[in-house]
């Protein structure tokens, strides 16, 4: 089982910017998964997950919301986000991480992708 994660670079503030998510030994599709990131100095938060659902219901950080979009390619078993009009604070590392619906915490992680935003 492992999530690779890929897309970070170095861009500018309003900027776009996609990350992906490649799953391997697990249909994503059978999961809970979500984007996940952790600031310089900061501790990791939550950014956006999408259930397994037959909605996808999907939920977004205040911090985030109306300018991210995770979606899910359940043929190519891949995760995105999609993120616009970043900003200085969008500045991390980037997770994508998969759980079970009932679990409570996530237990498949991959291994990160840096995200700059910087003028």
């Known amino acids: 089982v492992q999530l690779q994660a890929s897309g970070g670079g170095l861009v500018q503030p309003g900027d776009s910017l996609t990350l992906s998510c490649a799953a391997s030994?697990?249909?994503?599709?059978?999961?809970?998964i979500a984007w996940f990131r952790q600031a310089p100095g900061k501790e990791r938060e939550g950014v956006s997950c999408?259930?397994?659902?037959?909605?996808?219901?999907?939920y977004y950080a205040d911090s985030v919301k109306g300018r991210f979009t995770i979606s899910r390619d359940n043929a190519k078993n891949t995760l995105y986000l999609q993120m616009n009009s970043l900003n200085v604070e969008d500045t991390g590392v980037y997770y994508c991480?998969?759980?079970?619906?009932?679990?409570?915490?996530?237990?498949?992680w991959g291994q990160g992708t840096l995200v700059t935003v910087s003028s």
């Open positions: 030994g697990f249909p994503l599709n059978y999961f809970t």
């Open positions: 991480a998969a759980k079970k619906s009932q679990a409570l915490t996530y237990a498949y």
């Open positions: 999408v259930s397994n659902n037959a909605d996808s219901t999907s």
